[in-house]
């Protein structure tokens, strides 16, 4: 028979808890697929890194206006949010405005993203 006593907070949460990860173990064994095929995993040395800078330097000379623009355009906006909120009386959404601001930057760097690939194709089409 269960124990019928009111547990604290703290393992009723570990309780639940660990509920949900079996759940959650469940759930991924199912979707995954029955043949278990283990990913190559490949060592990254000093030429990779190399090659990765070389590239994205590549991408910078081709495209320098526009990720300079990108690049300043992004501290300006988090500038003006800071004074917005000082000047307003504001103040107490300045947290949230520093802390919410840098989540905007993955979305930002989409375009950053796409014009890369762009470069990158018409490098590979010639």
Same mark, same amino acid.
């Given at each position: 028979?269960?124990? !019928?006593?009111? @547990?604290?907070? *703290?393992?009723?949460? %570990? ?7 079996? @759940?959650? =173990? ?12 283990? #990913?190559? *995993?490949?060592?990254?040395? +000093? +030429?990779?890194?190399?090659? %990765?800078?070389? !590239? =994205?330097?590549?991408?910078?000379? %081709? ?14 906006? =988090? $500038? ?8 307003? +009386?504001? *103040?107490?959404?300045? $947290? #949230?405005?520093?802390? @919410? $601001? #840098?989540?905007? @930057? #993955?979305?930002?760097? *989409? =375009? ?8 990158? %194709? ?5």
């Amino acid at each position: 028979m269960p124990d !019928k006593t009111i @547990g604290n907070p *703290v393992s009723w949460s %570990a309780q639940r808890l660990a509920g949900m990860g079996r @759940g959650l =173990g469940s759930a991924v064994e199912g979707i995954g697929s029955h043949e278990m095929i283990r #990913p190559e *995993v490949r060592n990254i040395d +000093g +030429g990779d890194i190399r090659a %990765a800078l070389r !590239k =994205g330097s590549e991408d910078f000379t %081709a495209l320098r206006s526009d990720v300079i623009i990108a690049v300043a355009l992004y501290p300006v906006i =988090g $500038f003006v949010l800071a004074v917005w909120a000082f000047n307003t +009386g504001q *103040v107490h959404l300045l $947290f #949230p405005l520093v802390a @919410g $601001f #840098p989540l905007v @930057g #993955p979305v930002a760097a *989409v =375009g950053l993203y796409e014009m890369s690939r762009r470069t990158g %194709a018409r490098r590979w089409a010639r």
